[in-house]
């Protein structure tokens, strides 16, 4: 079973989107802070993280960079009711897999996670962690949903 860590300072946010990844048959785990967050992934194995942006202290793109810093291959999920506001200040996401709009379509957003869970495990299956890495830790840009 795919293990996912979600980081959000909404409880409602991450109320629902507990029951509806729980729903699809993954695992989750949540946290209200990026500091908690690092915490737990520090000490438990997740398959992808999906963060809000704009959190106190930390926000979402550094809590990104720091992960893929110490797991190259991991998938990063960026939420933010900001996307407008992010892709016009040409902001670089480094460790930002997608960004994904608030409010977004559950649909598209279970199909990014799924998708991008299928691509992490495709490189580890191949045992090609540096090929991951090549193809996601150098981008600028994120995919926006």
Not at 7 to 31: F, N, W
Not at 42 to 54: K, R
Not at 90 to 109: C, S, T, W
Request: with cysteine; proline share 4%.
């Amino acid at each position: 079973m795919k293990r996912i860590l979600l980081v959000d300072d909404e409880p409602g946010i991450l109320q629902a989107l507990r029951i509806i990844l729980t729903g699809k048959g993954y695992e989750v785990e949540t946290a209200w802070s990026t500091k908690e967050a690092w915490g737990i992934l520090d000490q438990d194995n997740f398959d992808l993280v999906v963060t809000d942006f704009n959190m106190p202290g930390m926000k979402g793109d550094e809590l990104a960079r720091l992960i893929k810093e110490r797991w190259p291959k991991f998938p990063v999920v960026m939420l933010s009711g900001s996307v407008e506001i992010l892709r016009a200040s040409g902001r670089a996401l480094p460790g930002v897999d997608a960004l994904i709009g608030k409010p977004f379509n559950m649909i598209e957003f279970c199909g990014e996670i799924a998708r991008l869970l299928e691509e992490a495990s495709a490189f580890a299956n191949r045992g090609s962690e540096a090929a991951w890495s090549s193809t996601r830790h150098g981008e600028l840009a994120a995919r926006v949903i």
